[in-house]
């Protein structure tokens, strides 16, 4: 199985300031038709989890440009660009290039 | 507007069976491939089972592997988790998931299964 490890596992950080959040597979994620099946999820507090990045980069529809992915190959990374009230929450880098999907085991962001 | 909407959680007695259902609408069901994910007490996710839009195609996480089967109704727009055997650590909301292009695009709102004596 791909193991998925996301550091750190908290990042309190300061309204309007940037946060980023890295994410390392055990194993290349590239699929062999050459996408990289590698996303980002948000799960609010008491909410269901929202895709927010897909194949590494793409902005899901309705998501705020302040938040990016970027990466290759094992690493990637999410940034948030301006930290605003509403980014409370968990933060999970997943993979769909092989089965069983797996998932990091969540980055939760907070306000310092 | 797509909309997922999970049922039949519920408190069931070790080695149970439970049956979830995902009822759709907003989109043709049918050409969607669809997934359930899990997510135990104050813990992460956990993905468990996915199914291609015919149903054809069927994926397991090996911690489900010959207790539970995922299953599709296009007629009724309805996808199934059929749990049996269950155990403590299945445990969790169940979230079911649509596996459009992207995968995960959209998400129900869960239910809660319990497995406790």
């Given at each position: ?112 | 507007e797509v909309q997922l909407l999970e049922s039949g959680g ?9 049956r979830l259902s995902c009822t759709a609408s907003g989109f043709t069901f049918s050409?969607y491939?669809m997934?359930w ?33 995922i299953s599709r109704d296009n007629s009724k727009n309805t996808l199934y988790l ?12 169940y979230y079911c998931a649509t ?7 959209f998400w129900g709102q869960g239910t ?6």
């Amino acid at each position: 199985d791909i193991v998925m490890t996301q550091t750190p596992l908290s990042s309190p950080v300061t309204l309007g300031q940037p946060a980023s959040i890295s994410c390392r597979s055990s194993q290349s994620l590239v699929h062999s038709d050459g996408n990289t099946y590698l996303s980002w999820l948000q799960q609010r507090p008491g909410q269901p989890p929202r895709l927010l990045i897909y194949k590494i980069s793409k902005r899901f529809s309705g998501v705020p440009d302040r938040f990016s992915g970027s990466g290759a190959g094992t690493d990637f990374t999410l940034k948030i660009n301006r930290v605003e009230p509403e980014d409370v929450g968990l933060y999970y880098c997943m993979q769909a290039t092989q089965f069983p999907w797996t998932f990091g085991q969540g980055t939760k962001v907070e306000i310092k | 507007e797509v909309q997922l909407l999970e049922s039949g959680g519920n408190l069931v007695q070790p080695g149970g069976s439970l049956r979830l259902s995902c009822t759709a609408s907003g989109f043709t069901f049918s050409t969607y491939g669809m997934t359930w994910v899990r997510q135990a007490p104050g813990k992460g996710l956990e993905w468990v089972s996915a199914i291609a839009g015919s149903g054809d195609s069927t994926y397991y996480a090996d911690s489900v592997k010959g207790r539970f089967t995922i299953s599709r109704d296009n007629s009724k727009n309805t996808l199934y988790l059929q749990m049996n055997s269950l155990r403590a650590e299945d445990t969790a909301i169940y979230y079911c998931a649509t596996l459009g292009d992207p995968a995960f695009d959209f998400w129900g709102q869960g239910t809660m299964v319990t497995v406790s004596s």
